[in-house]
């Protein structure tokens, strides 16, 4: 690759910038990111330095892309779509069947539009690792076979985020495209041994009780738990759930035989292994083992930030304006963590070192 090789990102949906940041933590240029949450402008731009467009991709023509890559010599195209539809979309026709399947995995077939379109010489897509399976609608076989068509060679598979030095058991489906060669996903980097856990990703924090937010930082918050969820969450142990808790203190839920179905909820994680996998519940312990190893109270937003992989200043809220609790939740849960995005991009680079 040319030292002058002059390279752009560009992030259909994009969030609060969680793979984008990636990019930018390895110096690649991201000049823009497409989603339809106007709430992800402030840290999506603040952080990253690149333009957030508010837009929904079905909205999105090959010409606004185009003229955002400019004159770029690789143009880089990625994004993770997400797999449900939007609330006004999935029923807006009367075969609401049939609507509903577009709607949750139309959004893919948008992403493959446009790479058609544009036909950038890098594509990136990160999803959920069941899409690979999904078979009912062969949306995945559809979008390789865009891929293919257009001349790319192609890479993908799941990954495992602890293997990467992501402080979280997440499994996703990473897939690398390219026109210029082939390409492939960097191999991992971590084993079991040397797993980065709960106590190195949020083990420096100072403690909080529940419902209290830190003086020194406030996004460093914790939801405020009722009297008979602190009683419950006190007998819970790291690891552990709501199988801890006396009788008297389980949900009817609990006591039917599908309650074995939800052993997570309710439970604290362990300090000395990775995180559960992020939500958009996350900072809830109903929700799943979301609680503090232990102090008695579920995890907070920072820490939820911080197990996504997002660095300490990582701005999320502009300076004196007050923070959405539920919006940033949110935010955070369904982010792709930093470090994921980091993979990605070394990815690329080392793929473009072997270009000529």
Same mark, same amino acid.
């Given at each position: ?5 002059k390279?752009? #990102?560009?992030?259909?949906f994009?969030g ?10 390895e110096?690649?240029d ?15 731009e603040?952080? %990253?330095?690149?333009?957030?467009i508010h837009?929904?991709?079905?909205? #999105?023509?090959? !010409? !606004?892309?185009? $003229?955002?890559?400019?004159k770029?010599?690789?143009k ?6 997400p ?5 006004t979309y999935?029923?807006?026709s009367?075969?609401? +069947?049939k609507?509903?399947? !577009?709607a ?6 948008? /992403?493959?539009?446009l790479?058609?379109?544009? @036909? ?5 897509m990160?999803n959920?690792?069941g899409l690979?399976? /999904? ?9 390789? @076979? *865009?891929?293919?068509? %257009?001349?790319?060679? *192609?890479?993908?598979?799941?990954i ?8 979280? &058991? ?13 390409i ?9 041994? %040397?797993?980065?856990?709960? @106590?190195?990703?949020?083990g420096?924090l ?5 419902? &209290? *937010? ?6 460093h ?11 419950r969450?006190? &007998?819970s ?6 199988k801890d808790?006396?009788?008297?203190l389980?949900?009817e839920?609990? @006591? $039917? +035989? ?6 997570? #909820?309710?439970?604290?994680m ?24 232990d102090?008695d109270?579920?995890? +907070?937003?920072? !820490?939820?930030?911080?197990? &996504?992989? /997002? ?9 004196g304006?007050?923070?959405n609790? +539920?919006?940033?939740?949110t ?6 963590p930093?470090?994921?995005g980091k ?6 680079k /080392?793929h473009l070192?072997?270009?000529?």
């Amino acid at each position: 690759m040319k030292n002058k090789t002059k390279i752009k #990102v560009i992030d259909l949906f994009c969030g609060i910038g969680g793979l984008s940041h990636g990019f930018v933590k390895e110096n690649i240029d991201v000049v823009a990111g497409f989603d339809i949450d106007e709430t992800c402008k402030y840290p999506y731009e603040e952080n %990253n330095n690149a333009k957030f467009i508010h837009k929904d991709i079905r909205q #999105v023509q090959k !010409e !606004e892309i185009s $003229k955002l890559f400019g004159k770029a010599d690789i143009k880089i195209l990625v994004g993770c779509a997400p797999c449900q539809p939007f609330s006004t979309y999935a029923f807006k026709s009367p075969d609401k +069947s049939k609507d509903l399947e !577009e709607a949750k995995w139309g959004l893919l077939h948008e /992403f493959a539009r446009l790479i058609k379109d544009v @036909k950038p010489e890098i594509v990136s897509m990160e999803n959920v690792p069941g899409l690979a399976k /999904f078979e009912k609608s062969h949306v995945f076989k559809d979008f390789m @076979k *865009i891929l293919e068509i %257009n001349s790319y060679y *192609i890479d993908y598979k799941i990954i495992n985020c602890p293997d990467y030095g992501i402080p979280q &058991q997440r499994k996703r489906l990473v897939l690398l495209a390219s026109r210029l060669g082939k390409i492939s996903i960097m191999g991992q980097t971590h084993t079991p041994k %040397n797993y980065k856990t709960v @106590k190195d990703a949020i083990g420096f924090l100072e403690p909080i009780e529940s419902g &209290q *937010i830190s003086e020194n930082d406030p996004i460093h918050r914790a939801a405020k738990l009722s009297d008979l969820n602190l009683t419950r969450i006190r &007998q819970s142990k790291q690891g552990g759930s709501w199988k801890d808790w006396d009788e008297s203190l389980l949900l009817e839920c609990h @006591k $039917k +035989s599908s309650g074995n179905s939800y052993r997570s #909820v309710y439970g604290r994680m362990r300090w000395s292994e990775p995180a559960p996998t992020m939500t958009t519940f996350c900072t809830g312990i109903g929700n799943g083992r979301f609680g503090h190893p232990d102090q008695d109270r579920a995890i +907070s937003l920072r !820490e939820a930030a911080l197990i &996504q992989t /997002f660095p300490i200043e990582y701005k999320f809220v502009k300076e004196g304006e007050s923070v959405n609790t +539920s919006n940033l939740s949110t935010h955070i849960g369904n982010a792709v963590p930093v470090d994921l995005g980091k993979v990605i991009a070394k990815s690329i680079k /080392f793929h473009l070192q072997s270009w000529k």
